[in-house]
C-alpha cells in the first residue's frame, strides 16, 4: 500500500498511456511529465506568492493579504487576473522583438532545469548523465534573457538592473558550482538520482545526508548562499532594488510578461532549492529510518517548501546589501572558502574513516571561517566620506 | 531521404558552412568584437568536426575527438576573455573598436 | 538524418549567418548566442552529452555574456554611420567562399570513404572523467595553468590604468 | 562571527512570526471598512454648513455674507445671494444662500472659512469616504449636501459645539436684553412722549449681536 502511495504518479501514468498504441507510448510518458511539471509549479508558484505575503506581514506584524476569498488566499487568482487582462506596453523605443522575446527565453530555461530533477523515487524526467551540467548549463541560460530584457527596454534602470543582475550571477555561479562539485567528487556521479540514491540510506534512525559532514555543512552553506544571490532573493536582490531601480531589468514590462518574469523568478528558486534539497539534504528520501512510509515525493516538496520558506524568512529579516560588499563577498570569502572546501572533502575522502577525520575536517573548516571572517569581512574604516562633484 | 552518402558528410558540410560564415564575419566586419565572434563562430565549427569525427569515428570508447573538443572549449573561454579585454583595452586607448581606423601601424 | 537534425542546422546556420549580416552589434552577439545553443544541439544529436552541455555553459553562459559586457563597456550597441562592413569586405567574402568551396568539394569528394552508420558510444561521464585524469591529464593541466594565466592576463589587460587617467 | 548577527535578526523575526499568532495585540493592523479607529474629536475633513431646527432650508444659519468665499485661499466656494429674505431661526429676516457650493476636489481643509464665519454657520466636518466615480460633478458639494443639523455637529465634535451653543444663547440673551431694554425705552419714550404720534415699535427680533451689525455695513 505504501509502495503504491509511493510510486502513485508513476502509476497513473502508466494508466493513462496504456489506452495509447505501444508506438506512442514513449512520445506520451515524457510529454504527461511535461505536462505535470508545467502544471504542478506554477501551483505551488501561486500558493507561494499569498504564502509569501502572509509570512512577510507576521514577520512585520501586519496581516498581509486577507481580502480575497477565505483568508485571502484566492488572491494569486485576482493577481492573475489582473496581469492578464493589463494592457501589454512595449516601449516605442524598445526593440520589440528582443522584449518580446526575454521572458520566453527566461520560463523556457528555467523550466528545462526541473527536467532532471528527482521528485521522488522514479519521479525524473530524464534521468541524464550529466544531470547537474545540465541543470547549471539551463541556469547559465536565464543570463541571456535577463540581459535581453533589460537591453531591449532601452531604459537605464533596466540596463543598470540587468548588468547588475548578470555581473551579481556571474560571480556567485562559480561558488554555487563549486560547491556542487564537493558532492559530485563524494558520490562520483554527476546524475542527480545517483546522487539521492548515495544519500539514501541510514546510520540508525539517522540519514546519511551529506549536511550531516563537516564538507556537506560548509558547502550547503556556500550553496545557500550563492542560490539566494543567484535567484536575486533578498539580501542579494540589488538587480531589482525597487527603492534604487524601480524594477531593474524588468521596469518596462508590464501585464503578462511581468507576470512571467516574476513565474521566472520563483521557479528558479523551486528548481535551485530542489537541487538543494537533491545534493544536500537527500533529496526525497525521508529524515529517519522509520519515517520511510511517507511516500518520497511528499519529502522532496516539503524539503522545497522548507528552503523557500527559509527565502522569504531571509527577505523578511536581511536589508540588502551594497553592490561593493556583494563583490566582496563573492570574491574574497565565498570563493576561497569554497575552494579551501574543495580540499576539505578531498581530504575526508582519502582519509580513512573514523573520528578523527571528522575532528581534522570540522577544525580546517570551522578556523578557516573564523579567520577568513574575522580579516576578510571586517568592518573597514574607510575614513570621513569624500565626495566628488560633476564638473 | 537524404542525398548524403553518410550522416557525417551532413555533418562536416554544417561544419564547413558555419567555419565560411564565421571567417567571413571575421573579415568582414569593421567593429573587434564581431571579429571575435566571428572567430568564435569558427573554432565552434571546428569543434562540431571534431566531435562528428569521434562519433562516426573507428574508436569512439578512445574519447579523443571529444577531448579534443573539451579542451578547445576550454581553451575558447579563456580567448575570449583575454580578446575582450585586449578590445576593451583598445577601446580606452583609441576611443574606438572600428578596425578600419586602427591603421597607426601604416607606413 | 532527420528532420531534427535539418531544423538544429538550419537554426545554427541561420544564427551565424545573423550574426555576421545584422547591422546592431548586440543583435549579433545574441544571434550567435543562438548558433552557440544550435551547436549544442548538434553535439548532442550526435551522443556527446557531456561536451553539449559544457558547450551551453560555457558559450552561453560565460561567452555570450562576456561579449555582450564588452559590447556596452565599448559603446559598441549602437550601429555606427560608417557602415559595419569593413573597405575590403570583398576580398574577406572571396576568400570565405573559396574556403567553403574547398571544404566542401573535399567532404563532397571522400564522401564514399565516410563511414556508413556507426553505433553510440555507450560514453559516460565516468569515462570522461577517467580519461581526463588519466590518459589526458598532462592537457588537463596545461589547460589549468592556460586558464589561470588567462584570468590574470585579462585582469591586467582590462584593469583600469589609474595613474594615466588621474 | 561572521553571520552572528544575520541569526539574531532571524531570531526576531522568527519570534514576530511566531508572536503575530499567539497574541493579538502584537497585530496593529486595523481592516478598516469593518473595523474603524474612533475619529478624533478634533479631526477635520471638509466643511459643512449648520442649520438649527428640524428644516434643513429654513435653518440654515448662513446669510451669504460671502466673507468665507472672499477669504477661502484654494476659491473653492461659490455663494449666490438670494433675492428675497426669509426668517433665520431667531426670526429675523435675513439674505440666505440660494446656492452654496463647495468643491471638496479644490478645497484644502485649511479651516479659515470657519475662522472667519460671524455666524458660526460653517464648519469642519469628520466625514472621510467622500470618493466618487463621477469626475466632474461628484466631488462638488451643494448646500443640500453639506447641509448638517446642530445635533450632528454636537456629535462630531461635542466640546466645540457646547462653546459654540453657550456663545450663541449668550449673544440670543444678549440682544435680547438689548431688545427689550431699547423696547422699553421705546415704552419709556413713547410714554414720555404721549402726545406725540405713535412710533413704530421695534420688531421683537432686533439686531441679534454686533456682527449682524457689521453685515449691514
Given at each position: 500500500?505504501?509502495?503504491?502511495?509511493?510510486?502513485?504518479?508513476?502509476?497513473?501514468?502508466?494508466?493513462?498511456?496504456?489506452?495509447l498504441?505501444?508506438?506512442?507510448?514513449?512520445?506520451?510518458?515524457?510529454?504527461?511529465?511535461?505536462?505535470?511539471?508545467?502544471?504542478?509549479?506554477?501551483?505551488?508558484?501561486?500558493?507561494?506568492?499569498?504564502?509569501?505575503?502572509?509570512?512577510?506581514?507576521?514577520?512585520?506584524?501586519?496581516?498581509?493579504?486577507?481580502?480575497?476569498?477565505?483568508?485571502?488566499?484566492?488572491?494569486?487568482?485576482?493577481?492573475?487576473?489582473?496581469?492578464?487582462?493589463?494592457e501589454?506596453?512595449?516601449?516605442?523605443?524598445?526593440?520589440?522583438?528582443?522584449?518580446?522575446?526575454?521572458?520566453?527565453?527566461?520560463?523556457?530555461?528555467?523550466?528545462m532545469?526541473?527536467?532532471?530533477?528527482?521528485?521522488?523515487?522514479?519521479?525524473?524526467?530524464?534521468?541524464?548523465?550529466?544531470?547537474?551540467?545540465?541543470?547549471?548549463?539551463?541556469?547559465?541560460?536565464?543570463?541571456?534573457?535577463?540581459f535581453?530584457a533589460?537591453?531591449?527596454?532601452?531604459?537605464?534602470?533596466?540596463?543598470?538592473?540587468?548588468?547588475?543582475?548578470?555581473a551579481?550571477?556571474?560571480s556567485?555561479?562559480?561558488?554555487?558550482?563549486?560547491?556542487?562539485?564537493?558532492?559530485?567528487?563524494i558520490?562520483?556521479?554527476?546524475?542527480?538520482?545517483?546522487?539521492?540514491?548515495?544519500?539514501?540510506?541510514y546510520?540508525?534512525?539517522?540519514?546519511?545526508?551529506?549536511?550531516?559532514t563537516?564538507?556537506?555543512?560548509?558547502?550547503?552553506?556556500?550553496?545557500?548562499i550563492?542560490?539566494?544571490?543567484?535567484?536575486?532573493?533578498?539580501?542579494?536582490?540589488?538587480?531589482?532594488?525597487?527603492?534604487?531601480?524601480?524594477?531593474?531589468y524588468?521596469?518596462?514590462?508590464?501585464?503578462?510578461?511581468?507576470?512571467?518574469?516574476?513565474?521566472?523568478?520563483?521557479?528558479?528558486?523551486?528548481?535551485?532549492?530542489?537541487?538543494?534539497?537533491?545534493l544536500?539534504?537527500?533529496?526525497w528520501s525521508?529524515?529517519?529510518?522509520?519515517?520511510?512510509?511517507?511516500?518520497?515525493?511528499?519529502?522532496?516538496?516539503?524539503?522545497?517548501?522548507?528552503?523557500?520558506?527559509?527565502?522569504?524568512?531571509?527577505?523578511?529579516?536581511?536589508?540588502r546589501?551594497?553592490?561593493?560588499?556583494?563583490?566582496?563577498?563573492?570574491?574574497?570569502?565565498?570563493l576561497?572558502?569554497?575552494?579551501?572546501n574543495?580540499?576539505?572533502?578531498?581530504l575526508?575522502?582519502?582519509?580513512?574513516?573514523?573520528?578523527?577525520r571528522?575532528?581534522?575536517?570540522?577544525?580546517i573548516?570551522?578556523?578557516?571561517?573564523?579567520?577568513?571572517?574575522?580579516?576578510?569581512?571586517?568592518?573597514?574604516?574607510?575614513g570621513?566620506?569624500?565626495?566628488?562633484?560633476?564638473? | 531521404?537524404t542525398?548524403?552518402?553518410?550522416?557525417?558528410?551532413?555533418?562536416?558540410?554544417v561544419?564547413?558552412?558555419?567555419?565560411?560564415?564565421?571567417?567571413?564575419?571575421?573579415?568582414?566586419?569593421?567593429n573587434?568584437?564581431?571579429?571575435?565572434?566571428?572567430?568564435?563562430?569558427?573554432?565552434n565549427?571546428?569543434?562540431?568536426?571534431?566531435?562528428?569525427?569521434?562519433r562516426?569515428?573507428?574508436?569512439?570508447?578512445?574519447?579523443?575527438?571529444?577531448?579534443?573538443?573539451i579542451?578547445s572549449?576550454?581553451?575558447?573561454?579563456?580567448?575570449?576573455?583575454?580578446?575582450?579585454?585586449?578590445?576593451?583595452?583598445?577601446y580606452?586607448h583609441?576611443?574606438?573598436?572600428?578596425?578600419?581606423?586602427?591603421?597607426?601601424?601604416?607606413? | 538524418?532527420?528532420?531534427?537534425?535539418?531544423?538544429?542546422?538550419?537554426?545554427?546556420?541561420?544564427?551565424?549567418?545573423?550574426?555576421?549580416?545584422?547591422?546592431?552589434?548586440?543583435?549579433?552577439?545574441?544571434?550567435?548566442?543562438?548558433?552557440?545553443a544550435?551547436?549544442?544541439?548538434?553535439?548532442?544529436?550526435?551522443d556527446?552529452?557531456f561536451?553539449?552541455?559544457?558547450?551551453?555553459?560555457?558559450?552561453?553562459?560565460?561567452?555570450?555574456?562576456?561579449?555582450?559586457?564588452?559590447?556596452?563597456?565599448?559603446?559598441?550597441?549602437e550601429?555606427p554611420?560608417?557602415?559595419?562592413f569593413?573597405?575590403?569586405?570583398f576580398?574577406?567574402?572571396?576568400?570565405?567562399?573559396?574556403?567553403?568551396?574547398?571544404?566542401?568539394?573535399?567532404?563532397?569528394?571522400?564522401?564514399?570513404?565516410?563511414?556508413?552508420?556507426a553505433?553510440?558510444?555507450?560514453?559516460?561521464?565516468?569515462?570522461?572523467?577517467?580519461?581526463?585524469?588519466?590518459?589526458?591529464?598532462?592537457?588537463?593541466?596545461?589547460?589549468?595553468?592556460?586558464?589561470?594565466a588567462?584570468?590574470?592576463?585579462?585582469?591586467?589587460?582590462?584593469?583600469?590604468?589609474?595613474?594615466?587617467?588621474q | 562571527?561572521?553571520?552572528?548577527?544575520?541569526?539574531?535578526?532571524?531570531?526576531?523575526?522568527?519570534?514576530?512570526?511566531?508572536?503575530?499568532?499567539?497574541?493579538?495585540?502584537?497585530?496593529?493592523?486595523?481592516?478598516?471598512?469593518?473595523?474603524?479607529?474612533?475619529?478624533?474629536?478634533?479631526?477635520?475633513?471638509?466643511?459643512?454648513?449648520?442649520?438649527?431646527?428640524?428644516?434643513?432650508?429654513?435653518?440654515?444659519?448662513?446669510?451669504?455674507?460671502?466673507?468665507?468665499?472672499?477669504?477661502?485661499?484654494?476659491?473653492?466656494?461659490?455663494?449666490?445671494?438670494?433675492k428675497?429674505?426669509?426668517?433665520?431661526?431667531?426670526?429675523?429676516p435675513?439674505?440666505?444662500?440660494?446656492?452654496?457650493?463647495?468643491?471638496?476636489?479644490?478645497?484644502?481643509s485649511?479651516?479659515?472659512?470657519?475662522?472667519?464665519?460671524?455666524?458660526?454657520?460653517?464648519?469642519?466636518?469628520?466625514?472621510?469616504?467622500?470618493?466618487?466615480?463621477?469626475?466632474?460633478?461628484?466631488?462638488?458639494?451643494?448646500?443640500?449636501?453639506?447641509?448638517?443639523?446642530?445635533?450632528?455637529?454636537?456629535?462630531?465634535?461635542?466640546?466645540?459645539?457646547?462653546?459654540?451653543?453657550?456663545?450663541?444663547?449668550?449673544?440670543?440673551?444678549?440682544a435680547?436684553?438689548?431688545?427689550?431694554?431699547?423696547?422699553?425705552?421705546?415704552?419709556?419714550?413713547?410714554?414720555?412722549a404721549?402726545?406725540?404720534?405713535?412710533?413704530?415699535?421695534?420688531?421683537?427680533?432686533?439686531?441679534?449681536?454686533?456682527?449682524?451689525?457689521?453685515?449691514?455695513?
Open positions: 500500500m505504501a509502495d503504491k502511495l509511493d510510486q502513485i504518479f508513476i502509476l497513473l501514468r502508466d494508466w493513462l498511456i496504456h489506452f498504441p505501444a508506438a506512442l507510448r514513449p512520445f506520451a510518458a515524457v510529454v504527461l511529465g511535461v505536462v505535470a511539471i508545467v502544471c504542478v509549479f506554477p501551483g505551488l508558484f501561486a500558493l507561494t506568492t499569498v504564502f509569501e505575503r502572509k509570512g512577510l506581514g507576521r514577520m512585520q506584524n501586519r496581516l498581509g493579504p486577507n481580502r480575497v476569498g477565505p483568508f485571502g488566499f484566492f488572491q494569486p487568482v485576482a493577481d492573475g487576473i489582473k496581469s492578464l487582462t493589463k501589454d506596453i512595449v516601449p516605442l523605443s524598445a526593440d520589440a522583438v528582443v522584449h518580446f522575446l526575454a521572458p520566453l527565453v527566461l520560463v523556457v530555461a528555467v523550466f532545469g526541473f527536467a532532471v530533477l528527482p521528485l521522488g523515487r522514479n519521479m525524473v524526467l530524464v534521468d541524464m548523465d550529466a544531470g547537474l551540467l545540465f541543470f547549471f548549463a539551463m541556469g547559465a541560460s536565464t543570463e541571456v534573457s535577463i535581453m533589460g537591453w531591449s527596454s532601452r531604459n537605464k534602470y533596466s540596463i543598470l538592473g540587468a548588468m547588475r543582475a548578470i551579481q550571477m556571474i556567485y555561479e562559480v561558488p554555487l558550482l563549486l560547491s556542487s562539485v564537493t558532492v559530485v567528487m558520490t562520483g556521479s554527476l546524475s542527480l538520482t545517483k546522487i539521492v540514491e548515495a544519500q539514501n540510506h546510520t540508525g534512525v539517522f540519514p546519511n545526508w551529506y549536511v550531516f563537516p564538507w556537506g555543512f560548509a558547502s550547503f552553506l556556500m550553496f545557500a550563492a542560490a539566494t544571490a543567484e535567484t536575486n532573493r533578498t539580501p542579494f536582490d540589488l538587480p531589482e532594488g525597487e527603492s534604487e531601480l524601480v524594477a531593474g524588468f521596469t518596462e514590462y508590464s501585464g503578462f510578461k511581468f507576470a512571467l518574469f516574476f513565474l521566472g523568478e520563483y521557479l528558479g528558486m523551486f528548481s535551485i532549492s530542489g537541487l538543494g534539497a537533491t544536500f539534504l537527500g533529496g525521508a529524515p529517519f529510518s522509520f519515517l520511510t512510509w511517507v511516500p518520497s515525493w511528499i519529502w522532496f516538496f516539503s524539503k522545497d517548501m522548507a528552503a523557500i520558506f527559509i527565502f522569504i524568512w531571509m527577505r523578511g529579516t536581511l536589508p546589501l551594497r553592490q561593493d560588499q556583494l563583490m566582496n563577498f563573492a570574491w574574497k570569502f565565498v576561497p572558502f569554497t575552494l579551501l574543495l580540499l576539505v572533502t578531498a575526508w575522502r582519502f582519509m580513512d574513516g573514523g573520528w578523527l571528522w575532528v581534522v575536517c570540522s577544525a573548516l570551522a578556523g578557516a571561517y573564523v579567520l577568513m571572517g574575522r580579516t576578510g569581512m571586517a568592518r573597514k574604516n574607510y570621513p566620506r569624500s565626495y566628488r562633484y560633476a564638473e | 531521404m542525398g548524403f552518402a553518410s550522416p557525417l558528410e551532413a555533418y562536416l558540410l561544419a564547413a558552412l558555419l567555419f565560411a560564415i564565421g571567417l567571413a564575419g571575421a573579415l568582414t566586419r569593421r573587434a568584437i564581431l571579429v571575435l565572434i566571428g572567430i568564435e563562430l569558427m573554432l565549427a571546428a569543434n562540431l568536426n571534431f566531435i562528428a569525427f569521434w562516426y569515428g573507428p574508436h569512439p570508447e578512445a574519447l579523443t575527438g571529444m577531448m579534443f573538443a579542451f572549449i576550454a581553451v575558447a573561454a579563456a580567448e575570449a576573455a583575454v580578446g575582450l579585454g585586449l578590445v576593451i583595452s583598445i580606452r583609441a576611443k574606438t573598436t572600428d578596425l578600419d581606423q586602427m591603421n597607426r601601424m601604416k607606413g | 538524418m532527420s528532420v531534427i537534425f535539418f531544423l538544429v542546422a538550419a537554426l545554427t546556420v541561420a544564427g551565424g549567418l545573423a550574426a555576421v549580416l545584422f547591422k546592431n552589434t548586440v543583435h549579433c552577439a545574441l544571434a550567435v548566442t543562438v548558433a552557440f544550435g551547436l549544442a544541439l548538434l553535439f548532442l544529436s550526435l556527446a552529452q561536451a553539449g552541455f559544457a558547450q551551453v555553459l560555457v558559450y552561453i553562459g560565460a561567452v555570450a555574456i562576456l561579449v555582450v559586457f564588452a559590447i556596452l563597456l565599448t559603446r559598441g550597441s550601429t554611420q560608417s557602415g559595419v569593413s573597405k575590403s569586405w576580398t574577406g567574402l572571396v576568400i570565405a567562399a573559396g574556403i567553403f568551396a574547398v571544404l566542401g568539394w573535399a567532404v563532397m569528394q571522400s564522401a564514399h570513404a565516410l563511414p556508413q552508420q553505433a553510440a558510444p555507450a560514453v559516460t561521464v565516468h569515462d570522461i572523467g577517467v580519461a581526463l585524469v588519466g590518459r589526458y591529464v598532462l592537457p588537463l593541466e596545461i589547460v589549468a595553468l592556460l586558464l589561470t588567462a584570468t590574470i592576463g585579462a585582469v591586467i589587460v582590462a584593469l583600469h590604468e589609474k595613474e594615466r587617467t | 562571527m561572521l553571520g552572528e548577527g544575520i541569526v539574531k535578526g532571524m531570531l526576531e523575526t522568527a519570534k514576530n512570526f511566531a508572536g503575530s499568532f499567539v497574541s493579538e495585540e502584537r497585530l496593529t493592523t486595523v481592516e478598516y471598512p469593518e473595523q474603524r479607529v474612533p475619529t478624533a474629536e478634533n479631526a477635520r475633513v471638509f466643511p459643512f454648513l449648520v442649520y438649527d431646527g428640524p428644516d434643513w432650508e429654513a435653518g440654515l444659519r448662513c446669510v451669504a455674507c460671502q466673507i468665507c468665499e472672499k477669504e477661502c485661499p484654494p476659491k473653492c466656494i461659490y455663494i449666490e445671494k438670494s428675497d429674505k426669509k426668517p433665520d431661526y431667531v426670526g429675523k435675513q439674505i440666505y444662500p440660494a446656492r452654496f457650493d463647495i468643491d471638496i476636489s479644490v478645497c484644502m485649511c479651516q479659515i472659512c470657519v475662522e472667519v464665519c460671524p455666524f458660526e454657520a460653517i464648519k469642519m466636518n469628520t466625514e472621510f469616504e467622500l470618493a466618487t466615480d463621477d469626475r466632474f460633478g461628484g466631488l462638488l458639494l451643494d448646500r443640500r449636501q453639506l447641509a448638517e443639523s446642530n445635533e450632528y455637529y454636537h456629535r462630531i465634535h461635542p466640546t466645540e459645539a457646547a462653546e459654540v451653543d453657550a456663545r450663541l444663547a449668550e449673544e440670543k440673551a444678549k435680547e436684553a438689548k431688545a427689550k431694554a431699547a423696547a422699553e425705552a421705546a415704552a419709556a419714550k413713547a410714554a414720555a404721549a402726545a406725540a404720534p405713535k412710533a413704530e415699535a421695534p420688531k421683537p427680533g432686533a439686531p441679534k449681536s454686533d456682527p449682524s451689525g457689521a453685515e449691514g455695513d
